[in-house]
């Protein structure tokens, strides 16, 4: 009997409080709001990352080229140049990044719930990861396409010729979509066989268990260089790009300040292509071109875009332009030519004018 | 009247009544745990609505848009929530024959263990210890990728196709990525077949009684077993011959470009590295537990078997199994439960169960805490439903006290 007076009183209490909260919700939630936002308060990240005085930056760590930890330790590739690039512009050193890497399929949780400060893991720039993934695509970095590898020895040289096939493709990936999309358009058949990383994902394709690996073609490209550099098989990747893939770093959405500073960071290796400028004659410049001038924050100019007049000096020194950037990787595709390449050479290498 | 006084009296404060000051606490209690789920759910409700992220449920709905390994029948246009039941599926399946393999290993394991033959009881301990000692990823990857992708077995198109005894059709078909074995189809009236079917089991049910009524009665051997399986048989063969051959065996063939199998029932890799996996790994801990229970029948017991002069096998079906039975089960129905969440791990090796699926998904833009909220249903009610299940059959167990 007691212990029914007391549940009774308990659930009593509970519809009371039940009934003050929601007529109070809307008050409270915007305190937690807030709150919530933690150093959004004033500076927002992008004082958040100077206060730190370290950017953290989520990276890939398993593919050769794009985002790998190297020999000594350390992570090596184009994507991770980038977070070097940022970090050179909003923190005046290059070296000031703290790398988290990620799978696939949680760098988006990672990058909503702040774990990280930039996602710079080949990451495709689509609509729903726009929208709904709450991310903030910026500058794309590198035009890409999907692709499919095959043993050379095989022969097949169109997708037709893989019907019924077991395909090795990463989870959580634009890939899996477009090659679900693909195939189905075309009525052909296939299996997906899907891994986490390519760590588990390569000894099943040099097994024979996948007859085809599809992804990037950059990323064919660069474990075509692997696999054959380490004595493997000779490796084809078929003439067929069936999407386009535009990769970038990414910020989450909600502070264009923030995302404002990354992106002309970005754009300033192209920039400093365009001009001429690399790490070697950046700092000699003698010029009077009254464009570079600015671009390098002489006579202090300043377009308020949230990084020091002389950001652009930092990153080239310190990193390199670009094409500087793009040539230390000789797993990618030759940079002459591709779409990659400037806009005045004929690709779309094109950034908006500094000044 | 004066004792009521005194009553009055004696009683202390409110704030130092023991009953007041419990009843105080638990209400305390409840709002300070309230208001921390409150305060957790606005923090995490704001924090999404800030990066403009839905907090709706409406995702399941929506299509797919990814295939299902090793489920060609799957279409991806087809909503979440097909997928997740897919998902659900297999995570069954994977859960009901890893604790087959984990009990019967875990049998035979536990009872060698405590055998007198001294290779046998080595052998046994050696396998404890080994499994028992190792990460069970680490045993599913081992699996997954030494003893299949590069272990001794062919690729697809190069598969072993095992003929029976001189038969036209395949038996077995082996390679490194997908076994064929015979199956059943149904080819005639399964509805009416599965209702006569039904009908004999409680019809078995029923003699199972009457034969124990009579033993209980008179004290011949009741062979219960034997009467009720007969029961069972008598009516399956007529049933199948009544409703004119409901099923045919059907026998796997590799399609003809030898990419897929065409008939029969299809295992893939995923599957069989992760329930034998995970069978292996969960048996060794079973073999402890059966190898203790065994040990806390007290000596006394058996040595009253003997003295009744009861045969080796009596002894144990009658007296030390039945009751090393009542301290084998909890522990027993903890290690079923840890296999079923062990499950989650059949995405290192390619495995369509829910975490696999879900996680897949969430990478392809569900939106991430709904989809784990909905995972974390999908195991609650599974890991429940095994608890309830098996909570039933250990109250059956129990010593009755009359």
Known sequence: M????????ISA??????????????GESTTTAAEGNGSGDGGGKLAAVREADVLVCGVNDGLPGFGVVDDAGEYNGFDVEFCRVIAAAILGDANKVEYKPLTADVRFTSLQSGDIDVLS?????????????????????YYDGQGMMVPASTGFTTLEDLDGANICVLTGTTTELNLTAVFNARGITFNPVQFQDNAQLRPAYESGQCEAWTSDASQLGSWKFTLESEGGEDQLIMDEIFSKEPLGPVVADGDTEFAQAVNWALMATVQAWEFGLDSSNIESYSGTDPNILNFLGDAGFTPSIGLDPDFAVNVVTQVGNYEEIYSRFPELAPLEGSVNDLWSNG???YVPPYR | MTTTQTNEVSRPPFWRDVRVIRVVGQIAAVIVVFFLLRYFYGNLTANLSRLGISTSFDFLSGPTNFQIPYHEEFNPRSPVWQLIAVGVKNTFLAGLFGILIATV???????SRLSENWLISKLATFYVELFRNIPPLVIIIFFGFAVFTFGPFPILSQS????FLGRDDVFLIVNNDRWGVPGLEQSGQLGAFLAILAVGLITAVFVWRRRTKGFDATGRPHHRVLWSLGTILIFLIAAYFITGQPFDMSWPALSENRRTIEGGFMINWGFMSLTVALGLYTASHVAEIIRGSILAVDGGQSEAANALALSGFQRYRFVVLPQSMRVAVPPTINQYLNLIKNTSLGTAVSYAEVTSLTVTSVGNGRPAFQSFIVLMGVYLVFSLTISLMLNIVNRRLQLVTR
């Open chain 1, 2 to 9: 007691k212990r029914i007076k007391l549940l009774a009183l």
């Open chain 1, 13 to 26: 209490l509970m519809l009371v409080m039940a009934a003050c909260t929601s007529d109070g919700d809307a």
């Open chain 1, 121 to 141: 893991r080949n990451t495709t720039w689509t609509a729903t990861r726009d929208g709904q993934e709450g991310a903030n695509f910026l500058f794309t970095t």
């Open chain 1, 347 to 349: 690709g779309l290498m």
């Open chain 2, 105 to 111: 290993v875990g049998l035979i394991v536990g009872i």
């Open chain 2, 160 to 163: 072993w196709e095992l003929n």
